[in-house]
Antibody
Framework: QVQLQESGPGLVKPSGTLSLTCAVS?????????WSWVRQPPGKGLEWIGE???????NYNPSLKSRVTISVDKSKNQFSLKLSSVTAADTAVYYC??????????????WGQGTLVTVSS | QSVLTQPPSVSAAPGQKVTISCSGS????????VSWYQQLPGTAPKLLIY???KRPSGIPDRFSGSKSGTSATLGITGLQTGDEADYYC??????????FGTGTKVTVL
């Protein structure tokens, strides 16, 4: 049973960089799945941030692409998110999630519990 | 802003049925599978339906999904108080980006 756990600072200053890590347990990050970050501002809907494959290949939401970097650390079975030049609009609960495999790709399961990141001075 | 449109809310009495629509376009729903997620208050989303109409293990058959053209629908029969939640559709588009619907709040009257 794959489980995901997000970790990182809960408070980031404006113009700073948000950094989060998602630890994968119960399975290998080198499986035939992509791995994603999704965020949800308080009281609002879900927004996909981007995805990574264990090879290091990435795809990003075009609206965030200039500020986002997603990386993978196979030795630690985890992947990470960096979002630069943050503003209050980046305040959200950030989730990591596993995507479907190459035969059936278009879904997210499981999800991490989520971590709230607040951008404030 | 999402490119997938859902009704903001739907409601019905216990035991009744509700349907939630998800409207997209040929560049997203029209050419990709649709998934559905349930988000109970204060929790992470949970996969309900994938590949338009398949249920993961453990999801009761009260939940069903369908797709036609550029729209998809989630159905919930035998509505229970525990079904009160936000529901989101999701898919990919031709730019290799994933999208979620605007979300629908289900209220059990």
């Amino acid at each position: 049973q794959v489980q995901l756990q997000e970790s990182g600072p809960g408070l980031v200053k404006p113009s700073g960089t948000l950094s989060l890590t998602c630890a994968v347990s119960g399975g290998s990050i080198s499986s035939s799945n992509w791995w994603s970050w999704v965020r949800q501002p308080p009281g609002k809907g879900l927004e996909w941030i981007g995805e990574i494959y264990h090879s290091g290949s990435t795809n990003y939401n075009p609206s965030l692409k200039s500020r986002v970097t997603i990386s993978v650390d196979k030795s630690k079975n985890q992947f990470s998110l960096k979002l630069s030049s943050v503003t209050a609009a980046d305040t959200a609960v950030y989730y990591c999630a596993r995507e479907g495999d190459t035969l059936s790709p278009n879904w997210f399961d499981p999800w991490g519990q989520g971590t709230l990141v607040t951008v404030s001075s | 802003q999402s490119v997938l449109t859902q009704p903001p809310s739907v409601s019905a009495a216990p035991g009744q049925k509700v349907t939630i629509s998800c409207s997209g376009s040929s560049s997203n729903i029209g050419n990709n599978y649709v998934s559905w997620y349930q988000q109970l208050p204060g929790t992470a989303p949970k996969l309900l339906i994938y590949d338009n109409n398949k249920r993961p293990s453990g999801i009761p058959d009260r939940f069903s999904g369908s797709k036609s053209g550029t729209s998809a629908t989630l159905g919930i029969t035998g509505l229970q108080t525990g079904d009160e939640a936000d529901y989101y559709c999701g898919t990919w588009d031709s730019s290799l980006s994933a999208f979620f619907g605007t979300g629908t709040k289900v209220t059990v009257l």
